[in-house]
């Protein structure tokens, strides 16, 4: 059994950061791509960011020079550091693992909000 737990939402001011952690644990092997999904308020789940297993990076165009996308290969762990958020960053932020299949973690909200 795999579980996927994030950590690190909450409500944050326009203009301020948070960082979100993700942890992979159970019975995993062989994790390839990591990264983070959200969904906006009655919208569709999107692509936040991934990093692959050897560190190469893919990112919304909606985050670049925002969010930097990180992971700890030892730990089985992925971070996002987000920086000058935008109410429309405002979601319920997803960490996806890919390893045999993909696996998503329960979700933590982010609002951005003065």
């Known amino acids: 059994q795999v579980q996927v737990v994030e950590s690190g939402g909450g409500l944050v001011q326009p203009g301020g950061s948070l960082r979100l952690s993700c942890a992979a644990s159970?019975?995993?092997?062989?994790?390839?791509?990591m990264g983070w999904f959200r969904q906006p308020p009655g919208k569709q789940r999107e692509l936040v960011a991934v990093v692959g297993s050897g560190g190469s990076t893919q990112y919304a165009d909606s985050v670049k020079g925002r969010i930097t996308n990180s992971r700890d290969n030892a730990k089985n762990m992925v971070f996002l550091q987000m920086n000058s958020l935008k109410p429309e960053d405002t979601a319920v932020y997803y960490c996806n693992v890919v390893s045999n299949k993909h696996y998503w973690g329960q979700g933590t909200q982010v609002t951005v909000s003065s």
């Open positions: 159970g019975s995993i092997y062989s994790i390839g791509v």
